[in-house]
């Protein structure tokens, strides 16, 4: 796994490569030329239609297994042109330009790519290394929503790597804070490419979060940050974390999130998570729980009752 590189973006040093991003990226920042595809804007990019329509373009285009895609934008383009360089032609090199605050701390490092399908998310994808140029100067566009979803994958490290929470602490820049995400995602990935171990533990937050995204539409990192608020709460529940860890990081969550509650449609959605797994039966559910980040198999009887309190 190459280097998180960290430093100026300059797109004419690309130019004899594909780029990938979309219209209002490209409007934004000037991306324009033959040698540029435009995917549509956040997840309506995760699909096979897409991916289909983009490797038809990448064979009109000659790519082959010794070009360049640069994928420009937030995690949905990276998710979708990393998926399709990972079957096209078994492989074709590809560099991740993230746009996004959450695609710069997280989905940009690490080699995971994916799409939805029947309304299913992320359920068909590939782990398909990749390099990332993250270029802090593309956050002055982002809007406010956009950013503080970034801000809950970052709540996420705070927690997992003492480094991060110590950046945040001291008032450390937010470029410092997003080499330190980058760098820490990067270590645990190259540990554990994929996700046998110690990898899981970048789930923190998820199990919950991706239940409360699905069912309320909201943006990634807003729900795992609520995520984190729940199962950090379920944590001391079962007597995993005591009860000062816990009432520490969720009043750091309520500093800047929404709290939203949590629904019997939520708690349901949480039985279909990827990290579940059928010797653990049909009705548990798994989760990374601080303040040892292992994964708990939990009773989906006892899950309820508990979150429910
Ligand atoms: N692969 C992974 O490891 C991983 C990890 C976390 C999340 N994800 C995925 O990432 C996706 C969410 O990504 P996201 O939060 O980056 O959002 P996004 O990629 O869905 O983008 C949302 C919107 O932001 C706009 N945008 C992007 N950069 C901008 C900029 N600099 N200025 C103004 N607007 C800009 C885009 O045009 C788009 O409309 C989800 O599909 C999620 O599943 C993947
Ligand atoms: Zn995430």
């Known amino acids: 796994m190459s280097d998180v590189r960290f430093g ?23 991306i324009e030329g033959s040698n540029v595809y435009f995917l549509p804007r956040g997840e309506r990019a995760k699909n ?18 010794d070009g360049l895609v640069v994928a420009v934008g937030g995690g949905s383009i ?7 360089c990972s079957i096209f032609k078994r492989g074709v090199n590809l560099l991740h330009v993230p746009t996004t605050l959450l695609a710069m701390v997280d989905s940009s490092i690490g080699g995971k790519t994916a799409i939805d399908l029947d309304g299913i998310k992320n359920v068909v994808g590939t782990y398909f290394f990749a390099d990332a140029l993250i270029d802090t100067n593309f956050l002055g566009t982002l809007d406010g929503e956009m950013t503080l ?23 450390a820049s937010l470029s410092d804070i997003i080499c330190a995400c980058a760098q ?16 899981n533990a970048l789930n923190l937050g998820h199990t919950i979060g991706h239940a409360m995204e699905a069912a309320l539409d909201i943006p990634h990192g807003v729900a795992v940050a609520n995520g984190l608020y729940y199962e950090t709460r379920l944590a001391a529940e079962l007597g995993v974390c005591d009860s000062c860890y816990a009432d520490r990081w969720r009043a750091e969550i309520c500093k800047r999130f929404t709290i939203y509650p949590l629904s019997e449609q939520m708690l349901s959605l949480t039985l279909q998570d990827k990290k579940n797994v059928a010797a653990g039966g049909s009705s548990t559910v798994t989760f990374v729980l601080p303040p040892e980040f292992g ?4 009773p989906f009887e006892r899950v309820t009752e508990l979150a429910g309190r």
């Not at 990935?189 to 171990?197: L, N, R, T």
């Open 184 to 199: 820490y995602k990067q270590k645990i990935c190259a540990q554990d490419p994929f996700c046998k171990g110690e990898r």
């Open 78 to 84: 990276g998710d979708a042109v990393g998926f399709a």
């Open 295 to 298: 994964t708990y198999s939990i």
């Open 149 to 171: 979803s970034g801000y809950g994958e970052i709540l996420k490290y705070r927690m997992l790597d003492a480094r991060v929470d110590e950046l945040c602490g001291n008032g």
């Open 48 to 65: 096979f239609d897409e991916v289909t329509n983009l490797c038809r373009w990448f064979v009109r285009e000659h790519l082959t297994t």
């Open 8 to 30: 100026k973006f300059i797109l004419s040093d690309y130019s004899d490569a594909l780029i990938v991003t979309d219209r209002h990226i490209a409007q934004l920042y000037g």
